[in-house]
């Protein structure tokens, strides 16, 4: 059974193309909608879409399931190197949360491992 979803385009608000951790981000139009069997298929398909050039690098897609679907909302940041990490888009400054800031997972891994092991 297909799913549908909203994907939303974020790019970095100085237009360098920078997406690392820390960096704010703005919502860039068009959205667009695609179909899918999970959010993993729809996070593979913008991955190589974004290969083959049909998609920008350099910007971060936020994959929003239709209403009807309970999966969580998941965004990947898609680097000119043609890296691919997940990532958190927490709000910024703005008006109702037209900015975000990024945070990437390996990091936040990285800081939840240090503690566990400080804990230890």
């Not at 800031?101 to 400080?118: G, K, P």
Request: charged share 20%; with cysteine; hydrophobic share 35%.
């Amino acid at each position: 059974m297909s799913n549908g979803y909203k994907v939303r385009v974020y790019e970095s608000c100085r237009g360098d193309g920078t997406i690392c951790s820390g960096t704010v981000v703005q919502r860039v139009d068009p959205s667009f909608t695609i179909s899918a069997e999970s959010a993993d298929q729809a996070m593979n398909w913008i991955h190589t879409n974004v290969l083959r050039s049909r998609l920008s690098s350099s910007r971060i897609y936020l994959i929003c399931p239709m209403i009807s679907n309970p999966e969580p909302i998941r965004s990947v940041a898609a680097g000119l190197d043609g890296s691919f990490i997940r990532v958190f888009l927490d709000p910024a400054s703005g008006l109702s949360g037209e900015l975000r800031r990024v945070r990437d997972l390996e990091s936040l891994s990285a800081a939840v491992q240090e503690t566990s092991t400080e804990a230890a």
